[in-house]
């Protein structure tokens, strides 16, 4: 029986949902961290890296603000270590990992924070199995949360086991909580937007080009995928390319790019659009940044970048 089988009414969540990531590459040394993109009011918030050329993996989160250059908001103290975020309209959640390497074992921990204030820890170092974050995660309450497991979708009250939060379909490689207190789900080839209870509202078919050759790391795939009034933005990794596709169903790549940017976040934000990529070179060296601000004229300007 499934967590919503079990309950008859389910609390209101609202605001964005944070994508998680998966880098296919060597597991810390030259990845860059597992994490994903927000918004909060006025701002941008990221993970990443300090320094971006750290082969040592310290997570950060950045952030930037209009009219300011990109920033550090908080770093953590450990190597190979990991941020994932999400936010309830001002209020950001943030999972925080860790490697242990003397026991071969991943930790997570949840903090909360507001832009200006300091995070507190409201859950401690526990045990994680399930690498909770990668697939997305969003909070119910400081005490409970939904997150994305390939192939499925759990809840974990703190301190309690996992459970299966509803029994979907079909397989899900991510969750992202967004408008209207609905959920986007990313499958191997389609998204799925669908309320709590895992009703079906919209989906969308054939995301992937079964033509494509010489996809990246050979991995045609969407990567992250977000949802605002009616459009869906999604990243190809595969392709290379940032698409969009419309109200009315209509699929256009908004942005083309090359080797060796490969695509992974986007995040629909006031009317514009943030495309996040990173360089990968293969030759030890760490990706590096590259977001783009993407406006509603189609026209478009770095905010990080080392190009």
Known sequence: ?????????????????????????????????????????????????NPINDLNH??????????????????SDHAASDYMLY???????????????????????????????????IWDWFEDDYRIGEGGFFMLSDHEMIFGKYPNIYVLEK???VTKYFEFEHPIKRIRAVEDDQILLLGDSSC??????????????????????????????????????????????GRRSFDLIDAAGNHQIILQQADPLIPHWVTFWNGEKLLFSSSFIFDGSTPEPHLLLFSSQGSHRAIWSTQ
């Open 1 to 49: 029986m499934s967590y919503l089988e079990k309950r008859m009414k389910l609390p209101v969540v609202r605001g964005f949902m944070l994508g998680p990531v998966i880098f296919f590459v060597s597991q810390f040394a030259n990845a860059h961290p597992t994490g994903n993109m927000i918004t909060v009011g006025e701002s941008v918030l990221w993970s990443y890296i």
């Open 192 to 237: 799925y937007l669908v309320r709590k209870n895992g009703t079906v509202v919209r989906r969308w078919h054939e995301l992937i080009d079964q033509e494509v050759v010489n996809a990246p790391m050979n991995r045609n795939q969407v990567f992250d995928a977000d949802y605002s009034d009616g459009e869906l933005l999604f990243s190809y990794w």
């Open 87 to 121: 936010n309830k309209q001002e209020v950001i959640y943030i999972i925080e990992r860790k490697f242990l390497r003397t026991s071969d074992e991943f930790q997570v921990r949840v903090l909360k924070s507001e832009i200006g204030r300091e995070p507190i820890i």
């Open 159 to 161: 301190g309690e086991e």
């Open 58 to 75: 310290y997570a950060c989160v950045m952030i930037w603000t209009k009219g300011t250059d990109p920033r550090v908001y908080m770093q």
